[in-house]
């Protein structure tokens, strides 16, 4: 029987693929604002940067903190998930502001940019394009990459509410480990208790009954100078007789 434990157990946030697809936008995210954003005097830059880089240490810290705190856990990834909205409002901003095209499903290459990021989760798929797009391709790269991980984010935080349902928080989970414990000690002790009982009825059915000068050892008579004279039972019987 597997022991049970009070500590959720956690998935490795680095194999969650909306981790894979965070990882990548704070990449794409830093080249963009290089490539495109002034260096100095403009605070879109730290703000971009710095919502990307608060999406995906929220995944991780989260998942930190999963094992002792479902509510934590959840909070965090929701945290993590309102950040990377707020950076997909400023890429879509930053097309507004200079009269470049969001593409949607009428724009020839929209198809085919949706199936290469639901395909592709790591940065040495993207690092090539990173580079080389231009800034209306790169931005509509990136709001797709936002789309992609926000749709993950409510994915992953319906699994965490559908865990949390079944396994509750570390409350429920310390109590079914106490409980559980306690149970097998009663168990222990039980068996312990027939067993000594048992043996008890063994012995009763093997007991040893003077009669005369032998004994009546399993309902056979033995004299006192057989070798299965029990010298222990009869030292007491002796002591009996002189006493009586």
């Known amino acids: 029987m597997e022991e049970k434990s009070i ?132 931005c509509n790269l990136a709001v797709t990459l936002c789309h992609f991980t926000d749709k993950m984010f409510e994915g992953y935080l319906l699994h965490l509410e559908k865990t949390f349902r079944e396994q509750g928080g570390i409350k429920e989970r310390m109590h079914a480990v106490r409980t559980g414990y306690r149970q097998e000690q009663e168990a222990r002790l039980r068996f312990l208790e027939e067993e000594n009982a048992a043996l008890k009825r063994k012995i009763s059915a093997q007991r040893i009954y003077p009669v005369g000068k032998a004994w009546l050892i399993k309902n056979k008579v033995v004299p006192l100078h057989h070798e299965s004279y029990p010298t222990a039972a009869c030292h007491s019987s002796r002591c009996a007789d002189r006493q009586f």
């Open 7 to 138: 500590f959720k157990r956690v998935a490795n946030y680095k194999e969650l693929h909306f981790y894979q697809k965070a990882e990548t936008l704070v990449l794409l995210t830093d080249i963009f604002c290089k490539r495109f954003l002034p260096s100095y005097g403009d605070r879109t830059v730290d703000q971009m940067n710095q919502a990307a880089r608060s999406g995906k240490q929220n995944i991780v810290e989260g998942s930190e903190a999963a094992m002792t705190s479902s509510e934590t856990e959840v909070k965090l990834v929701n945290v993590g998930r309102a950040s990377f909205q707020e950076l997909r409002e400023d890429y879509e901003d930053f097309l507004k502001r200079h009269r470049l095209v969001l593409w949607d499903k009428h724009h020839p290459r929209y198809s085919r940019m949706l199936d290469f990021c639901r395909a592709h989760n790591h940065w040495e798929h993207y690092q090539s394009l990173a580079n080389s797009l231009n800034e209306e391709e790169l």
